[in-house]
């Protein structure tokens, strides 16, 4: 939709850009910054142990533990010390993995007190040997299973594995990293345990005297978790319907645009004619300034009609930010009577 301007009148039209907060992401690659990551490896002075970064992968090795019925299993994993959300989605890609060494591999969110005996938050892991993908409560490194479901892999391929969770629901997916649109297998969880805290990377041993060697890449995370599978963030969707109650696919304003795309381009899903809000229309001597919200991310161009049919983008507008969110395009006025309007090209 446009915002369609007329010399002597201005269209007000309502927009809310999106944008995500506390977005983080990591390649593994040679400008790894280690800082960033704080190791949570609780056997450490009982075993040997690595960290190292190898062609854009983060590996993680642990020997077995010495004394299972009192250290527990072998375990190993990083906490990111930035990624510190309530509302989570966290993903990573598991590289290709030895199917003989029976380990659980996954993603850790809402971790507090992260070290021997004393670790809780949430996991989302999956069992390589069982094929098993699994949500888990954790309290005092003690898992409670949540939610589970099989998840059948292959050994030589990369998949990628995404942790949602807002307030108290859970959602677990795995994709092939060749399609990463519709997941392969999911599981689901509700629990209200832990409010809030870092993600990080983890994998524990599936036997008690078992070791563990896995690696992962292309980790990221933000504030914008789909629980409920809708193609809306759930932060965002409980802002402007109140709920996750509303599907992504309907048009709940009926301008035409459904809700889950009214909110990937920034615009409000409740309010019709949203995609444009012009601020201003000014015209002095022989200019004519049109201020505007804009979208992240977006382009814009003018164009000009004498009759509401036939549309001429204007090639000598010049486009002016101000400040974030605000734009300019300012032009000549010209002679005669004449429609703007604000489009994207």
């Given at each position: 939709m446009h915002s369609l301007v007329p010399q002597s009148l201005v269209s007000f039209l309502f927009l809310l850009p999106v944008?995500?907060?506390g977005?983080?992401?990591?390649?593994?690659?040679?400008?790894?910054?280690?800082?960033?990551?704080?190791?949570?490896n609780p056997l450490k002075d009982f075993v040997d142990w690595a960290y190292f970064i190898n062609d854009s992968t983060y590996r993680m090795i642990s020997g077995a533990s010495p004394d299972p019925d009192a250290l527990g299993q072998a375990r190993i994993g990083a906490m990111r010390k930035d990624a510190n959300y309530s509302a989570f989605r966290v993903g990573v890609d598991l590289a290709p993995f030895d199917p003989a060494i029976e380990q659980d591999v996954g993603v850790l969110a809402r971790i507090t007190s992260a070290g021997l005996g004393t670790t809780s938050g949430y996991a989302?892991?999956?069992?390589?040997?069982?094929?098993?993908?699994?949500i888990a409560r954790i309290d005092l490194?003690?898992?409670t299973v949540l939610g589970e479901a099989d998840s059948p892999l292959d050994p030589e391929k990369n998949y990628?594995?995404?942790?949602?969770?807002?307030?108290?629901?859970?959602?677990?997916?795995?994709?092939?990293v060749t399609n990463l649109t519709t997941p392969l297998f999911f599981a689901e969880g509700e629990d209200d345990t832990y409010q809030s805290g870092p993600a990080g990377l983890f994998g524990a041993a599936g036997q008690p005297d078992?070791?563990?060697?896995?690696?992962f890449y292309n980790y990221e995370s933000d504030d914008r978790p789909d629980v409920d599978q809708d193609g809306m963030p759930d932060p965002i969707e409980a802002t402007f319907f109140g709920?996750?109650?509303?599907?992504?696919?309907?048009?709940f304003d009926g301008d035409g645009r459904d809700n889950a795309q009214e909110i990937e381009d920034g615009t409000d899903p409740t309010a019709k004619d949203s995609s444009v809000k012009v601020i201003s229309v000014d015209v002095s001597g022989d200019r004519l300034s049109l201020q505007f919200r804009t979208l992240?991310?977006?382009?814009?161009?003018l164009e000009t009609s004498g009759d509401l049919t036939n549309w001429v983008v204007d090639t000598e507008a010049e486009f002016e930010e101000e400040e974030d969110g605000i734009a300019k395009l300012l032009t000549s006025r010209g002679s005669g009577r004449k429609f703007v309007r604000v489009v994207e090209p």
């Open positions: 944008v995500s907060y977005q983080i992401s990591d390649d593994f690659n040679d400008d790894f910054d280690e800082q960033s990551w704080q190791n949570l989302a892991t999956i069992d390589t040997d069982e094929s098993r993908i699994y490194e003690q898992p990628q594995l995404v942790f949602h969770g807002y307030e108290g629901r859970f959602l677990a997916e795995v994709f092939d078992g070791n563990i060697n896995f690696a709920n996750l109650d509303q599907p992504g696919d309907t048009d992240v991310g977006r382009n814009y161009q």
